[in-house]
């Protein structure tokens, strides 16, 4: 007989004991290891304490019952020794009799000697099951150690080569490690989650209406509920040609949707938002109608409404996406010179501004990654302004130092203002964390050093406007110094003016740390005695400003526009601040391609300048239908004279009007009396006058002579 029926029958015959002051307590007596060799179960689920296991508690006595049981067995010279010894059974039943049971020790041995025929039979089987699985064990630990020993051999080759590898990110191709984009910081529950926790943003959802069905789970934004039933708007997305890698694609306009961009222009022509809600009733997913809205909820203040616009012109463009179009892969461009990809391109810049406004950085981030993937070469929205300050907001030290080193050499990104303070920041942060290494964060904090006193000597017109963001005073012998001084702001360019105005209006605020601004005064130090000593490096700097930042690009401008940062927008050239700007399409490029061409407009609102909508603003009937049809039919009749005639009339209805405009204007001079009390204190002391009427007269005559030479002064 096996040994699991002996168990199961000692097991029964133990229940029948009467129950003595231990004997609910689940633990083998000594006899019990005598009895039984190896790691063996007792009859309630313990193991013995003897086989140097922990015990394992069973509650159920029957899930013993397992083919583990049989691979636990010892075996002895190949056989499984399942027949126990004669004086071990004596011994253990003299131990079960002790403790009132008389009868163990007969039944025991009637029962091994009736199972002798039945143990033979399976003893075989059971010793060639057994053999098979330590065969397997041995085969797989051997491959195991194997595997182990040619893995230590390779990274011992690979040290022996290349001496110890430093701790990165991989040695990829380095483009597109730094443009990937990870699908799961698109979201910003990820980011708002590890900030507040699930529980918190899921209760904020909104329940979804099960009728709703969309076409597919979108990367970018979440569809809503509360928006309406999509249906293709028109929109397409086409691959243009694929080239050493890179996928050029483009989004493409059907014929009812380039009707229904007509429609937007004329809305956005009559300055009037409700004609594009009207247009949005019948087009619900027309992009640049969602963009334009967008901007006019923002400026009213309904931060909600224009984000949720933003998101839906997402939506509608990403459903619209090639199939081999990929945001994280960083190898798809979409061409700005294109109006149809301008629509994305603005609003992932919109979203992204609503993100970091949010609180989610490191969401935004992600944003300004996938835009600067789009065509990092050109860089149309000019990311490279804004990439330094969410990754400092998201406390993405790494990766900015990374960026920074791979795209230096031939981008040169040390000459941006931004990058070459918001470098040695990243590196004195990361130099502040406490689970880096000591010599590495040492070494952060000499090389963010260098690079800070790096960029005074190249910026010096950046300190004392950073210093006055941050209301602190610098010292005497820092504001006299003549290379900080306001010499050092008046003598930048414009197009260096701008791009300081830009970075300090938006990144001033990660300087106020105490701890920096200490670091920062013994560096500013540093550099005034290398001044004071005629460091060459100095005079190379001055060089350089000359001959850089002449003039900015456009790419800079419409950077610029878009971020609504009030001290760089002041210093914007004339020339960008006379163009009419539109929410949809700022600042085109001048090379635009255009897929199809407007049709010509049914109304003069666009043929007239400022001066004439302002004159018709004021006189509707400034300018007639009638006269614009007399005039195009005089075009065509008499070609030159017609033109010339054209420009004489309008002229003279333009110095007709002023005139009317003038002669009903009337200026009053309502501060005069007061300014003759206050030029005269004797008037305030007597307001009624001294003296009999002659004296009166000769006061109002000399009050008039008074106030006419006054009027002259101020004129």
Same mark, same amino acid.
């Given at each position: ?52 296991? @922990? ?21 002895v010279n190949g056989d499984k020794s399942d027949c126990m010894p004669t004086d071990t059974v ?141 249906? +293709? ?9 694929? +080239? ?43 992009? $640049? ?5 967008? $901007? ?38 979409? =061409? ?38 789009? @065509?990092? =070469? ?9 990439? =330094? ?49 000591? #010599? ?118 419409? #950077? ?5 940062? +009030? ?103 309502? =501060? ?27 006061? @109002? ?15």
């Amino acid at each position: 007989m096996s040994r699991r029926a002996l168990r199961r029958l000692r097991g029964k015959q133990r229940g029948q004991e009467p129950l003595g002051p231990g004997a609910l307590q689940f633990v083998l007596r000594e006899d019990d290891d005598a009895e039984e060799e190896g790691p063996k179960r007792g009859p309630a689920g313990r193991r013995p304490r003897g086989t140097g296991k @922990e015990s394992v508690r069973v509650n159920n006595r029957f899930e013993l019952i397992n083919t583990e049981e049989l691979e636990e067995e010892p075996v002895v010279n190949g056989d499984k020794s399942d027949c126990m010894p004669t004086d071990t059974v004596v011994s253990g039943n003299k131990g079960r009799a002790k403790h009132g049971n008389t009868e163990t020790k007969k039944d025991g041995e009637g029962v091994e000697k009736a199972a002798a025929s039945e143990q033979s039979n399976s003893s075989g089987k059971l010793r060639k099951k057994k053999k098979k699985q330590k065969n397997k064990k041995s085969m797989t630990g051997e491959t195991l150690e194997n595997g182990l020993e040619d893995i230590d051999r390779i990274l011992e080759r690979i040290e022996d080569r290349g001496g110890l590898a430093r701790p990165g990110p991989p040695p990829l191709s380095s483009r597109k490690h730094v443009l990937h984009v990870e699908h799961r910081h698109l979201n910003p529950d990820t980011e708002l989650k590890r900030y507040f926790g699930a529980r918190a943003i899921l209760g904020e959802q909104r329940s979804r209406q099960r009728q709703r069905v969309y076409p597919k789970s979108m990367w970018l934004t979440t569809p809503k509920s509360t928006w309406p039933r999509y249906s +293709k708007p028109g929109l397409s997305m086409r691959l243009l040609e694929t +080239k050493k890698g890179l996928s050029s694609f483009m989004f493409e306009h059907s014929e009812e949707y380039q009707q229904v961009q007509h429609k937007f222009l004329a809305a956005v022509e009559s300055m009037e938002p409700n004609n594009i809600v009207v247009l949005l009733q019948t087009s619900p997913y027309h992009v $640049d109608s969602l963009l334009q809205l967008s $901007d006019a909820c923002r400026l009213q203040e309904d931060q909600e409404m224009a984000r949720d616009l933003i998101e839906r012109a997402l939506y509608s463009m990403e459903c619209a996406f090639h199939p081999l179009f990929s945001l994280t892969s960083g190898t798809c461009r979409l =061409d700005y010179r294109r109006p149809e990809n301008r629509s994305f391109y603005l609003a992932l810049y919109k979203q992204m501004v609503f993100l970091e406004k949010r609180g989610c950085p490191r969401t935004a981030l992600e944003y300004c990654k996938l835009i600067l993937s789009l @065509e990092p =070469d050109e860089d149309p929205l000019c990311m490279l302004l804004l990439v =330094d300050h969410l990754a400092l907001r998201a406390r993405s030290y790494d990766y900015l130092i990374f960026l920074f080193q791979d795209w230096e050499a031939h981008r040169n990104l040390s000459q941006l203002p931004n990058f070459a303070f918001s470098v040695p920041l990243a590196y004195l942060l990361l130099s502040q964390q406490a689970d880096h290494p000591q #010599h590495e964060r040492s070494a952060a904090r000499e090389k963010a050093s260098v690079l800070i006193r790096q960029a005074l000597t190249m910026f010096p017109g950046v300190l004392m406007p950073l210093l006055e963001y941050c209301s602190v005073r610098p010292d005497a012998t820092v504001a006299n110094h003549h290379f900080f001084g306001p010499n050092a702001q008046i003598s930048q360019s414009p197009a260096l003016s701008q791009l300081v105005s830009l970075y300090l209006g938006r990144s001033h605020f990660l300087w106020k740390e105490p701890a920096i601004m200490s670091w920062l005064e013994k560096n500013v130090h540093k550099v005034v005695q290398a001044v004071d000593s005629g460091d060459p490096a100095v005079a190379a700097c001055e060089s350089r400003r000359r001959v850089l930042y002449q003039r900015a690009p456009r790419n800079i401008h419409r #950077h610029v526009v878009l971020s609504e940062v +009030k001290e760089a927008v002041a210093t914007l050239p004339p020339d960008v601040t006379t163009q009419s700007v539109v929410g949809f399409d700022p600042l085109p490029p001048m090379d635009t391609i255009y897929s199809y061409v407007r049709p010509e407009r049914q109304t003069p609102v666009g043929q007239a300048n400022t001066v004439a909508l302002f004159f018709r603003s004021l006189l509707p009937n400034y300018t007639t239908e009638e006269d614009r049809l007399q005039e195009e039919r005089l075009e065509e009749e008499g070609g030159g004279i017609a033109d010339g005639l054209d420009r004489v009339q309008g002229l003279n209805r333009l110095m007709i009007a002023v005139r009317e405009m003038m002669a009903n204007f009337q200026f009053n001079d309502l =501060d005069l009396p007061r300014r003759e009390n206050w030029e005269n204190p004797e008037n305030l002391e007597n307001p009624e006058g001294q003296g009999g009427g002659q004296s009166e007269g000769q006061g @109002e005559g000399e009050g008039e002579n008074e106030g006419q030479g006054e009027e002259g002064e101020w004129d």
